[in-house]
């Protein structure tokens, strides 16, 4: 069972415009989320990320939302640029538990058009 | 500070054979962690090490295995492989500040690339 989804599987978006990649998870024990970017043949560059206890974490251009009760997150990235273009995983936790085992969503594709 | 570095970047073997790959975690990390990616599964936690001790495991068979070192350097080790095993395997490793709770993220290496002919 996907404890973790992503049920976009593409996003295109204007440059300059908002960009808004969901997340949802199933498994109330995760109280960890992050945002990693990725490009083919790389490793998962870290985004930023956000605890349970908090519904809201900004870094730049970047801002992370957390509704526990929905059981959801989102990543907002305004404004757009190209070099946004990537693949976008969510990842939870349940640090308490399962220590650092990430648990990822399937990946948005991102592109951003000039 | 150097990132987390992975060798070797691709290796081809064939049905059957063993391979071990390695990986360095960023200066003063404690804890790696290996995860497997491929385009029908997605990225899959393997296991994770902390203070050279096995401390979660993922849903793979007995073939996947691993250990760390004293200086947190990890190597995971494939035996018998299939062709299924074809993947981008991907080391994370993070500083652990506060013991057995994980509170720290995770950063990636840049991958091996295994392709099992």
């Known amino acids: 069972d996907q404890q973790v989804k992503q049920n976009s599987p593409s996003l295109s978006v204007q440059e300059g415009r908002i960009s808004i990649l969901n997340c949802d998870y199933t498994?109330?024990?995760?109280?960890?989320f992050l945002w990693y970017k990725k490009y083919p043949a790389e490793g998962p560059t870290f985004l930023i990320s956000i605890s349970s206890i908090k519904d809201k974490n900004e870094d730049g251009r970047f801002t992370v939302f957390l509704n526990k009760s929905a059981k959801h997150l989102s990543l907002h990235i305004v404004p757009s640029q190209p070099g946004d273009s990537a693949v976008y995983f969510c990842a939870a936790s349940a640090r308490r538990n399962a220590g650092n085992m990430l648990t990822f969503g399937g990946g948005t594709r991102l592109m951003v058009k000039p | 500070k150097a990132g987390v570095t992975q060798t070797p970047r691709y290796l081809i073997k064939t049905r059957g054979q063993q391979v071990t790959l390695s990986c360095s975690p960023i200066?003063?990390?404690?804890?790696v962690s290996w995860y497997q990616q491929t385009p029908g599964q997605g990225l899959q936690f393997l296991f994770e090490?902390?203070?050279?001790?096995?401390?979660n495991k993922g849903n793979f068979p007995g073939r996947f295995s691993g250990r760390q070192f004293s200086n947190s350097r990890s190597e995971m080790n494939v035996s018998t492989l299939e062709l299924g095993d074809s993947a981008l395997y991907l080391c994370a490793s993070s500083l652990v500040v506060a013991g057995v709770s994980s509170t720290d993220t995770q950063y990636f290496g840049p991958g091996t690339r295994l392709t099992v002919l």
């Open positions: 200066s003063g990390h404690r804890s």
């Open positions: 090490y902390f203070s050279e001790t096995q401390r």
């Open positions: 498994n109330s024990m995760f109280d960890y």
